[in-house]
């Protein structure tokens, strides 16, 4: 069986586990338990892949907190199954269920049924999460790049967009990175006045932890969390690409969802990001330069040895002005365009207002065409409930 992480005062529930899970198990007393995921994965971290997650709720005390971790994991590790330990099966149901905990236990089981109820919950919620989002790192935690060859084709405008459409359903999972490192304008696209930036991520705290870095973000007011990019080009010079590294691996441990915002072209820090990136957005606009860019930045991708990372083409400001088609584009990349964005005046005065497009949901065409590439990321869960309570006495919490 994978690993088990426990959050429990009671040694001989700790000890029945561990005989249930084959010593896969990671315990922890409730007071030490982080209030975010990651935090509790990261804690447990050299135990191997975390499949369930047993949190104990026996006695008296209020369930609140565990619940909501239920509640977070569900939304941003959906693939690892959460069970509740409590005496109090009637009180808690509903509230279990409503927070996606996958079954509640009953705190004096036998070991060989606790090794049932593992193996239950784990297989129910590989069956529940595979049916609209693939039980794989790659479906709970995607890092969406937003890259081109040449300037001014749209990447803020495709990457604000994005992060504040997944921010709709992930608010609280959801950051947006500017990584444009000397002239990022993603604070004046989203209209924020970041108290920190970039420059001050790679200084003390927000190296270390994320906790630290956290700190450090500016919240839009969609909810979305923004790490925002430096107030001027100088400040840029001192980021590396190793210092790029090291934040966006602490954000992916907390993040369902991270975007990166670009410079134009192949830079240090926009490879850096590429070693993390799940899925890759090519933006270019509709003239000779930037798709022949493009297919060359295509070919430069290919001979880079880079982790796999799924590709988008997204074309913007298309119009019918300058005598080029999609099926020019298509026939000079040699693949399919997957994304059009229109040529739209609503999106110019969308950036010289500080309002993404999708902040307001409009029935226009670029709305629904920014809205379909935001689809592109977002899973579309159908979660099959099943809440029982594991006791000897099955049945007794209907
Ligand atoms: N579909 C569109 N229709 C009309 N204008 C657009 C469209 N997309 C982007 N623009 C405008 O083009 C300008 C450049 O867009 P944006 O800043 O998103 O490009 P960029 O690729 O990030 O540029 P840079 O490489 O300089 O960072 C902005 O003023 C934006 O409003
Ligand atoms: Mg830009």
Redesign the pocket.
């Known amino acids: 069986m994978s690993s088990v992480i426990l959050a429990s005062a009671s040694t001989d529930l700790a000890r029945r586990v561990r005989l249930a899970s084959g010593d896969n198990l990671f315990v922890l007393a409730p007071e030490q338990v982080p209030t975010g995921p990651a935090q509790l994965l990261g804690l447990s971290n050299g135990t191997g892949p975390v499949q369930a997650v047993m949190l104990d709720v026996t006695g008296e005390g209020s369930p609140d907190g565990s619940l909501g971790l239920a509640e977070r994991f569900q939304e941003q590790f959906p693939h690892i199954a959460v069970l509740l330990v409590t005496d109090r099966p009637n009180e808690l149901g509903l509230s279990a269920l409503r927070a996606g905990v996958r079954d509640l236990v009953e705190p004096g089981l036998p070991i060989d049924e606790i090794r049932w109820v593992l193996l239950r919950a784990i297989e129910a919620n590989s069956a529940a999460t595979a049916d609209g989002q693939k039980a794989t790192p790659e479906a709970s935690g995607r890092v969406i790049t937003v890259a081109?060859p040449?300037?001014?084709?749209?990447?803020?405008?495709?990457?604000t967009n994005l992060a504040v459409g997944l921010a709709q359903e992930s608010p609280n999972g959801t950051v947006l990175v500017d990584l444009?490192i000397q002239?990022g304008?993603v604070a004046a696209?989203l209209d924020l006045d970041p108290e920190y930036t970039l420059a001050d991520a790679v200084h003390g705290a927000g190296l270390r932890d994320v906790t630290g870095l956290k700190t450090l973000l500016t919240k839009h007011r969609t909810g979305l969390h923004v790490l925002c990019g430096v107030k001027s080009p100088v400040e840029g010079d001192e980021i590396t690409a190793e210092h790029v590294n090291t934040i966006l691996g602490l954000l992916i441990s907390e993040f369902r969802y991270v975007v990166i915002?670009t410079?134009?072209g192949m830079g240090p820090h926009t490879l850096a990001a590429l070693d993390h990136t799940t899925d890759l957005v090519l933006?270019a606009s509709l003239d000779v330069p930037s798709v022949r860019g493009l297919r060359k930045e295509m070919e430069l991708l290919d001979e880079l040895e880079l982790p796999p990372a799924t590709r988008h083409v997204a074309v913007?400001?298309v119009d019918r002005g300058g005598g080029l088609s999609l099926a020019d584009v298509e026939a000079t990349i040699g693949r399919k365009v997957d994304f059009a964005?229109?040529?739209?005046?609503k999106?110019?005065a969308?950036?010289?207002r500080g309002r993404p497009i999708l902040e307001d949901r409009g029935r226009d065409k670029?709305s629904k065409d920014l809205e379909q590439l935001v689809s592109r990321f977002r899973p579309t869960t159908v979660r099959k409930s099943g809440l029982s309570w594991s006791s000897r006495h099955r049945g007794a919490a209907s």
């Not at 964005?341 to 005046?345: A, E, G, L, M, T």
């Open positions: 081109s040449k300037g001014g084709v749209g990447k803020t405008t495709l990457a444009d002239f304008d696209a915002d410079a134009p933006t913007n400001m964005i229109p040529r739209s005046s999106v110019m969308s950036t010289n670029v």
